[in-house]
């Protein structure tokens, strides 16, 4: 993987780059939709090339439980698998056994936890995960951290920094001695809560064990999001600037536009597609909810702004129809719209930065989603 920086923003400290990895190049600013379980809840692959994404997300902890690493490894890897041939990033899976599972007991070592589905007993250890993730495929692969929830005491927090510190020594060590750099990345996640002095010690640690890219991990777990902006801000100018820098879990446009600001250039989140779901739809003016009556008999499209084939064909009405009888059609058409709505405004994003103009589409965008927290 290399990471070439084209541009950063006149004003502010929004960059855009290009990641090159095995599967192909990310333009960043970049937002991935996450196919969670090897597929993107509703939408088709097709859909996903047709709409135009660079890179998307999967997560180890679920592949892992289903279909199983031995399945994984005789299907020849996640892209053979679910026959999707653009970069993959993998979470590590942490994230997941520390919110999902029944148990979940830290050792020194790794964590122990129960499936969420069927209770059986499972270990994870920093070298496990890599394992792991080296037999998805991932091209970006995530190292095993601990994160801590929101509202969460500053001797925990401190805990689980050390515990990721060591958890991130040991996996950089094993992920040079057993996976082809090139082939796969592996980022080490920057913890700490919201606690700045914890966040310095965890990333300037991390930065000096020299990863090729860096992830804010442990914020959009409920904390205010003047908190979220604080820590933010705080620490990104800690990270090197020649390696990426990921924040996990944010997709709200007002945040992943403050992120971006302060020169953050990755994202993920499933909230554009949860919404979607739940028939709240992002547009060019702002939010829409389409059960609304007010759109019974309104034949315009969702948004006149939008090429998407969704705007193209169907009408609010028709729309605001299938969500209310249930219909699938309601989640796909919903769904591919507001991933298409991500990758317009990302696109929107990277070409302001480009052209020195960030400052100007900012403001335009926190004007149409001004209330949107
Ligand atoms: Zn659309």
Partial sequence: MKFTLLHTDKDTAARAGELATAHGIVRTPVFMPVATRAAIRALTFRDIEEIGFDIILSNTYHL????????MEKAGGLHRFMNYHGPVLTDSGGFQVFSLSDLCRIHDNGVEFKSHLDGSRHFFTPERVVDIQKVIGSDIMMVLDQCTDYPATEKHVAAAVERTVAWAEISREYWARTVDPDAQALFAIVQGGVYPKLRKSCVERLVELDYPGYAIGGLSVGEPKELYREITEYIVPYLPPDKPRYMMGVGSPLEILFAISRGVDMFDCVMPTRIARNGTLYTSTGRVNIKAAQYE????????????????????????????VGEIA??????????????TFMDDIRASILEDRFSE???KWRYVYGSDN
């Fill in 64 to 71: 892992y439980i289903r279909p199983g690493v031995e399945n």
């Fill in 330 to 343: 309601s989640l796909i058409y919903n769904t591919y719209h507001n991933l298409f709505f991500m990758k």
């Fill in 297 to 324: 008999n309104d034949y315009s499209p969702l948004d006149e702004q939008c090429g998407c084939y969704v705007c193209r064909n169907y009408s609010k009405a028709y729309l605001r129809h299938l969500f209310r």
């Fill in 361 to 363: 589409a900012e403001k």
